[in-house]
């Protein structure tokens, strides 16, 4: 381990896991002899199916954390807010549901019906607000303080990240010999969770971070400068929960000590192809930020990078998405 | 139990379950409370998921048992043989494959290619014959005679029975609660399996066949006979992996001690639905013949048969549909 501490570290995701395993799924690991052998190389893959956790994707795990970390240190909670225009708020719904908390979730305005559906489905109000980065900020603001509710952030927020880095310590449970774990970021919640766990379970373990084309992570990494432009942009792609240009403050440095420099990138064709050979072959639907890491799992680079990986894990994140406008359809 | 003594018994499928278990998955058992909350009427449902499973259906574990049983019992086998459209024909492949034995499989005519692909992948070779049961039967009888290759039926064959019934030992192992089981039957080789299974391991549970609307396998339970047309034909379903309308020689005297009298079925428009519920929701691809058990499962007819059933197993049996044609973009 490095000698760096981290402000959330094993413990805490211990903690996390043992606060909400009761209420999340233990998503199953995939493997396919068919993707080995194409794909392979010589290396196996496993595939950790959070696709099928509760809500659609692992974000339910770092939401509900962050609740119950809430109802710890907080007397009275009137509610809760964040902006998302999809998985977290869906989770962030679903967790306030379980805990009878009023929940509002500020949401662009382009957001598909469906995700709005998806989202007062479990009974949280929704504001609208301009498609914009700094807008959904600042809506989420007022909302919060109009209505004294507590903000709960998507990603760069500890207890996010604590409850995200579960889903390496069931990972490496189930398959304590991966010695790679690849895994998608936007903001970088789970990505930097994940580290944390994983380097602390395992320290020569190697986490590469999956990204789409554009968006200059590693840069970033091999500078060790945040370059990205202010105010943080959205990147063209159909991975839409990961289409942010920018880690947050408290997950670039906990990325930017344990992640491989070299970032793993899938342009929109690779991401397809990624979620199709899911859906066909290993049966399950994912969205376009699991297709990215499917993608990058299909990639030469990352055999370029390091041949004498054998065992390779990929974080399958969510599978939300419109299956009536499945993109290879379009 | 039934007095009446079964020539596949309990222990038959305890044996092939050893013989198989480190070949094929042990699928995950899948939950969804939205399914509860929407369909459940205070009931929980189980979903096994062998769509996941090896070639993307159950039929890895009939089509595997049968042939490891050939190789127990007969010094040299040249070749297996089958006909089949779909799922038992690629198990079939799969499994001799890995066992380094030819295998032929014959196919009607008007296969779609996707098919036809998914069954040389494994190595085998494909005979075309008219899309008739009676030119399928008769073509594989020729090629088992002209190659001297042993012929593994689909599903009337004991050791098809044995394989399949090892879904039901690792789906009351997980779920020891259940009092009912949901399966769907075209010639009843899962049925019949899963039926024996559990039967023997809890006397008081309740297997329901699921079946397309046109079948009439209730009028011939409840009539103790084979009312079906003869020779058997296909009726008109999306669920192709159940469309023919006989159940076998030997799985027919199984399921008439062993099952329910009420037989749920399925019409597209409701197969449709179940297919969209797993893939959107529980973000599994199913075909159509797990789909009309999805329905059965969705259907108000089951609460109305017995409304004390509370723990309620639903196997999703395959996963092999065409994602480039999926019946709801029809």
Redesign the interface.
């Known amino acids: 381990m490095p000698a760096y501490t981290f402000p959330v570290n094993i413990d805490d995701i211990k903690d996390a896991h043992n606060r909400i395993r009761s209420h999340v799924y233990r998503t199953?690991v995939?493997t396919s002899?068919t993707f080995d052998q194409e794909y392979g190389a010589g290396r196996k893959f496993y595939f950790k199916?959070e696709?099928?956790q509760?809500t659609?994707s692992f974000k339910a795990r770092g939401a509900l954390n962050a609740i119950l970390m809430l109802e710890r240190t907080k007397e009275h909670i009137k509610g809760v807010t964040t902006h998302s225009s999809g998985n977290h708020g869906q989770a962030l719904a679903w967790a306030a549901n379980m805990k009878g908390l009023k929940c509002n979730v500020i949401t662009p305005k382009d957001t598909p019906e469906v995700k709005i559906r998806s989202i007062t489905h479990y009974g949280a109000d929704v504001t609208l607000c301009e498609p914009t980065p700094t807008s959904r900020e600042e809506t989420c603001k007022k909302v919060a303080e109009e209505n004294n509710y507590d903000s709960v952030p998507s990603s760069d927020h500890y207890h996010i990240i604590a409850g995200q880095g579960t889903i390496a310590l069931e990972f490496l449970e189930d398959v304590p010999q991966l010695n790679a774990i690849l895994v998608s970021a936007s903001k970088g919640g789970m990505a930097s969770g994940v580290a944390i766990a994983a380097k602390a379970l395992k320290p020569d373990i190697k986490i590469f971070i999956v990204e789409p084309d554009e968006k200059e992570l590693e840069k970033c990494l091999r500078a060790a400068m945040r370059l990205w432009p202010d105010p943080p942009r959205f990147v063209d792609t159909i991975a839409d929960g990961i289409r942010i240009q920018q880690l947050g403050n408290l997950t670039w440095p906990i990325i930017l000590n344990l992640a491989e420099k070299e970032v793993l990138t899938a342009n929109n064709d690779e991401i397809i192809k990624g979620m199709?050979f899911a859906?066909?072959?290993?049966?399950?639907?994912?969205e376009g930020a699991a297709g990215a890491a499917v993608a990058a799992a299909m990639s030469s680079r990352l055999q370029q990078i390091d041949d004498s990986l054998k065992h390779v894990g990929v974080v399958l994140c969510g599978?939300n998405v419109d299956?009536?406008n499945?993109p290879?359809?379009k």
Chains 1, 2 share one sequence.
């Open positions: 199953p995939l002899s199916a696709n099928m509760k659609g199709k859906c066909e072959r290993m049966k399950v639907l994912i599978g299956i009536d499945l290879w359809y």
